[in-house]
């Protein structure tokens, strides 16, 4: 099942913070976040693990909610160069030792000067 | 850079016809993750093997196939294209042996437009 982001388009000043949010219907394993600027691969951006360790970015920050299968994205004082669609990934079981990543449609971020 | 190549960075090619994609991981990673991506479906999870094996599969159709060769580099297989498979193809790597958790590393996609 895919996850849902929310929201699908957010416009930023420089400066300005923003959420994104990422919910599943199914129990997960882990969050992953990736982020992937025009025309270029997807990027990994960090892990978000079930009880609360979390894996990747310095400057970006998340949280995972287990009980409601939830992940959130923070971007505080954005910068131009986090410009780019952010997608999230759901890790789950999908087999005897293999585990499937998900990612939801993505979101759009665009900052402005 | 990942460190994960994948060619040709394009393809076009008419509808009916086959056509491979080729992919090598980053050193050492024995994973290797295929995506679809289209402008309304984001990314696509394919299908993933590991050291030869095929470890995990997605949204993959009957005509789409893969495989993991010895030297671990992976080919995606795409027959009796159509045009809906016009798309971003892109392959991922990454170190894992069995475990979640592990962070892929996607190399730069081919691009592929059927005719």
């Known amino acids: 099942q895919q996850p849902v982001q929310s929201p699908q388009a957010v416009i930023l000043r420089e400066g300005e913070d923003a959420v994104i949010n990422c919910s599943s219907s199914?129990?997960?394993?882990?969050v992953h976040w990736y982020r992937q600027k025009h025309g270029e691969a997807p990027v990994f951006l960090m892990i978000?693990?079930?009880?609360?360790e979390q894996k990747g970015h310095d400057k970006i920050s998340a949280s995972f909610n287990e009980k409601k299968q939830q992940s959130s994205l923070y971007l505080t004082a954005s910068q131009l160069s986090y410009s780019g669609t952010y997608f999230c990934?759901?890790?789950?079981?999908?087999?005897?030792?293999?585990?499937?990543?998900?990612f939801g449609k993505g979101t759009k971020l665009s900052v402005i000067p | 850079d990942s460190g994960v190549t994948q060619t040709p960075k394009h393809l076009i090619t008419a509808t009916g016809q086959r056509v491979t994609l080729r992919c090598s991981p980053r050193?050492?990673?024995?994973?290797v993750y295929w995506y679809q991506q289209s402008l309304d479906q984001g990314l696509q999870f394919l299908i993933q093997?590991?050291?030869?094996?095929?470890?995990a599969k997605g949204n993959i159709l009957e005509r789409f196939s893969a495989q993991q060769f010895p030297d671990l580099h992976s080919e995606l297989n795409l027959s009796s294209l159509e045009l809906g498979d016009s798309a971003l193809y892109f392959c991922?790597?990454?170190?894992?042996?069995?475990?979640?958790?592990?962070?892929?590393?996607f190399g730069p996609g081919t691009r592929l437009t059927v005719l």
């Open positions: 093997y590991y050291n030869g094996e095929e470890r």
């Open positions: 050193s050492g990673d024995l994973s």
């Open positions: 199914k129990a997960l394993y882990s």
């Open positions: 991922a790597s990454s170190p894992v042996t069995s475990g979640p958790y592990n962070e892929q590393f």
């Open positions: 978000l693990l079930k009880g609360g």
């Open positions: 990934g759901t890790e789950r079981r999908a087999g005897a030792g293999s585990y499937q990543l998900t």
